[in-house]
C-alpha cells in the first residue's frame, strides 16, 4: 500500500500514539470528516465544471452574444498583440 511496509506503519503509529495518546480516537474521526468533506467538495467542483463545459450556451444573454460577435480570430488577436502601440514602439 503506497509502497510502506510494515515497518514504517508501525512506526507511524508509535509516533501517533506518542503524540495524541488518548484524544487518538478523536483526532482519528475528525481527520476521516475532514477527508469526507473535501471528497465532497472535489465531486461537488466536479459537476460544476462538468456541466459548465458540456452544457449549451445562454441563448438570451446579451452580453454573452456580444462578446462571441466581437471575438476576434486567433491569427489577428496575435498579430494585434505582437505589434503594440505606437508609445511602446521604440526609434533607437
Not at 7 to 17: C, N, R, W
Not at 32 to 45: D, P, Q, Y
Not at 50 to 61: L, M
Given at each position: 500500500?503506497?509502497?510502506?511496509?510494515?515497518?514504517?506503519?508501525?512506526?507511524?503509529?508509535?509516533?501517533?500514539?506518542?503524540?495524541?495518546?488518548?484524544?487518538?480516537?478523536?483526532?482519528?474521526?475528525?481527520?476521516?470528516?475532514?477527508?469526507?468533506?473535501f471528497?465532497?467538495?472535489?465531486?461537488?467542483?466536479e459537476t460544476?465544471?462538468?456541466?459548465?463545459?458540456?452544457?449549451?450556451?445562454?441563448?438570451?444573454?446579451?452580453?454573452?452574444?456580444?462578446?462571441?460577435?466581437?471575438?476576434?480570430?486567433?491569427?489577428?488577436?496575435?498579430?494585434?498583440?505582437?505589434?503594440g502601440?505606437?508609445?511602446?514602439?521604440?526609434?533607437?
Amino acid at each position: 500500500m503506497f509502497g510502506i511496509g510494515a515497518q514504517e506503519m508501525l512506526i507511524v503509529g508509535v509516533i501517533a500514539v506518542i503524540l495524541f495518546g488518548n484524544r487518538l480516537p478523536s483526532v482519528a474521526r475528525s481527520l476521516g470528516k475532514s477527508l469526507t468533506e473535501f471528497k465532497k467538495g472535489m465531486r461537488e467542483f466536479e459537476t460544476e465544471m462538468h456541466n459548465s463545459i458540456y452544457s449549451d450556451p445562454p441563448k438570451n444573454n446579451e452580453s454573452y452574444n456580444r462578446q462571441i460577435e466581437n471575438r476576434q480570430p486567433a491569427e489577428e488577436a496575435a498579430a494585434t498583440a505582437s505589434a503594440g502601440t505606437p508609445a511602446e514602439q521604440h526609434n533607437d
